[in-house]
């Protein structure tokens, strides 16, 4: 079975950057598409990035220009560089993968916590 283990999470000042990774695996990774979700306490989950199979990326509006989503198909592994942190990134971050694109995310690592101080 498929699984997704994310990494990288942790306290940072605000201005500051992380990387996490999602260790996927399997595989068939280069086959999902693959995405990074966050929740903050009290809120909703949300989508922060996509990475598409055939390399095109999405980015939410809050994060465009300071996140990057980025993949290595030959080490299954997904990254988030996040830079230009501000307080209000502050959330669980998830790994997420389409195992058939075009239908749901089915498949969710268990998160990894991102603190952003003031």
């Known amino acids: 079975q498929v699984r997704l283990v994310e990494s990288g999470g942790g306290l940072v000042q605000a201005g500051g950057s992380l990387r996490l990774s999602c260790a996927a695996s399997g595989r068939t990774f280069s086959t999902y598409i693959m995405a990074w979700f966050r929740q903050a306490p009290g809120k909703e989950r949300e989508l922060a990035a996509v990475?598409?199979?055939?390399?095109?990326?999405y980015y939410a509006d809050s994060v465009k220009g300071r996140f990057t989503i980025s993949r290595d198909n030959a080490k299954n592994t997904l990254y988030l560089q996040m830079n230009s942190l501000k307080p209000e990134d502050t959330a669980v971050y998830y790994c997420?993968?389409?195992?058939?694109?075009?239908?749901?995310?089915?498949?969710w690592g268990q998160g990894t916590q991102v603190t952003v101080s003031s």
């Open positions: 990475s598409l199979i055939g390399g095109s990326t």
């Open positions: 997420a993968a389409q195992t058939r694109p075009g239908t749901r995310y089915d498949l």
